[in-house]
């Protein structure tokens, strides 16, 4: 029985997409291993960091010293941009489109693609999360998922719920809709909004609770709160990256908002009927972010009260419109900015 070692990086989107691989490998045959054993080594990648993406190289780096008698077919699926599928096939590493079965089944020597794109779908049952939306319309300075998933596309809420009710008939209790920009989802034929599929998720019988992510700031609605905030069945939380409290890197970052903006959404969530959690991301240490810009990030932390922040410290990353700004604040400055906003998180 051949063997694979299945390794993912990055957001809830990976992981969905990682448990679909899975359950097709297991059901043709593979059988699951450690790196150093394994026939087929799949990664799914995230181009987001250019850490990340260092990450992926280290990875196979060590596969390859680890099997050095060895020749192990690697793959790398997710967000990679084309400059790294370069790198990565100098490397003798293939890239697959995950949308695309036939590339594997090539890339397998696997002769039935329809299976493929069966098992595919199939294994999204055996995921908490649900895609309701693809892509990205966005370029936002530092990442690079606009151009590695390509532009928004919505599926249609029939096909949401169908999906869901699966879940719900298999025992879910929690049920995760992603989107890269989630609040900005539209029916491509009914035009229903995000806060229409609420309603009628909130409708389905069963005991279970939708959450979701990741919204934009500019997306956020008056409509999409309202639901959140009265509707049983969703979550009472959302997810709301701020990224800088300070406008001047906002702008640097291409993000279409201020901080007196935010501040007004976030306003709305806490005046709602019943309280709603906030979380967000940040980035420290972006190029030009001097004190005085992170001081300003400083108060907005303490003025919303998140429940919790993903804290992200700027790396350069290749491809996107940030990396012409180099990396001139020092990785030191930036742990110690990390570190306070951390703090004011954790409550120390």
Same mark, same amino acid.
């Given at each position: 029985m051949k063997t694979y070692y299945l390794h993912v990086i990055g957001c809830q989107q990976n992981e969905h997409d990682g448990v679909r691989i899975h359950?097709?490998?297991?059901?043709?045959?593979?059988q699951e291993t450690t790196k150093e054993k394994a026939d087929l080594i799949i990664i799914v990648a995230c181009a987001v960091?250019?850490?990340?993406?260092?990450?992926?190289?280290?990875?196979? /780096?060590?596969?390859?010293?680890?099997?050095?008698?060895?020749?192990?077919?690697?793959?790398?699926?997710?967000?990679?941009?084309?400059? %790294?599928?370069?790198?990565?096939?100098?490397?003798?590493v293939d890239f697959w489109d995950i949308e695309k079965p036939e590339q594997?089944?090539? *890339? !397998?020597?696997?002769? %039935?693609?329809?299976? *493929?794109?069966?098992?595919?779908?199939?294994?999204?049952?055996? #995921? #908490?999360?649900?895609?309701?939306?693809?892509?990205? /319309?966005?370029f936002c300075t530092y990442c690079a998922t606009a151009f590695t998933r390509g532009r928004e596309r919505s599926r249609n809420i029939k096909d949401v719920i169908s999906d869901i009710k699966?879940?719900?008939?298999?025992?879910?209790s929690e049920i995760l809709l992603l989107g890269e920009t989630i609040d900005s989802y539209k029916d491509p034929e009914t035009g229903e909004t995000l806060d229409i599929l609420f309603e009628k998720l909130n409708a389905l019988d069963g005991d279970f609770i939708i959450s979701? $992510?990741?919204?934009?700031?500019?997306?956020?609605?008056? +409509?999409? !709160? =309202?639901? &959140?905030?009265?509707?049983?069945?969703?979550?009472? +939380?959302?997810? *709301?990256?701020?990224?800088?409290?300070?406008?001047?890197? *906002?702008?640097?970052?291409?993000?279409?908002?201020?901080?007196?903006? @935010?501040?007004?959404?976030? +306003?709305? !969530?806490?005046? #709602?009927?019943?309280?709603? %959690?906030?979380? $967000?991301?940040?980035i420290v240490g972006f190029p030009g972010e001097?004190?005085?810009?992170?001081? =300003? $990030? &400083?108060?907005?932390?303490?003025?919303v009260g998140y429940k919790t922040a993903y804290i992200n =410290? @700027? #790396?350069?990353? @290749?491809?996107?419109?940030? @990396?012409?700004?180099?990396?001139?604040?020092?990785?030191?400055?930036?742990?110690r900015r990390w570190r306070i906003l951390n703090d004011i998180i954790t409550g120390k």
């Open positions: 359950h097709l490998l297991d059901k043709i045959g593979f960091r250019q850490t990340a993406v260092d990450r992926v190289f280290g990875l196979v /780096n060590n596969i390859r010293k680890a099997q050095k008698n060895k020749n192990p077919k690697i793959i790398v699926t997710g967000c990679v941009i084309d400059n %790294d599928k370069k790198k990565f096939k100098a490397r003798q594997l089944a090539k *890339l !397998i020597d696997f002769k %039935d693609q329809k299976s *493929l794109s069966k098992l595919l779908r199939e294994g999204a049952l055996f #995921s #908490s999360s649900v895609p309701i939306m693809f892509g990205c /319309n966005n699966k879940l719900i008939e298999r025992g879910n979701f $992510t990741s919204n934009h700031p500019k997306d956020m609605t008056d +409509e999409i !709160i =309202k639901a &959140v905030a009265t509707l049983p069945k969703i979550k009472k +939380e959302i997810h *709301l990256p701020i990224q800088s409290g300070s406008d001047k890197i *906002l702008k640097a970052m291409n993000r279409p908002y201020d901080a007196k903006t @935010y501040l007004k959404i976030v +306003e709305k !969530i806490r005046t #709602s009927k019943v309280p709603i %959690d906030i979380t $967000t991301d940040v001097d004190e005085d810009d992170f001081q =300003k $990030t &400083v108060e907005i932390f303490k003025s =410290k @700027y #790396s350069p990353r @290749y491809g996107t419109a940030a @990396y012409r700004l180099g990396d001139p604040i020092p990785w030191s400055e930036k742990q």
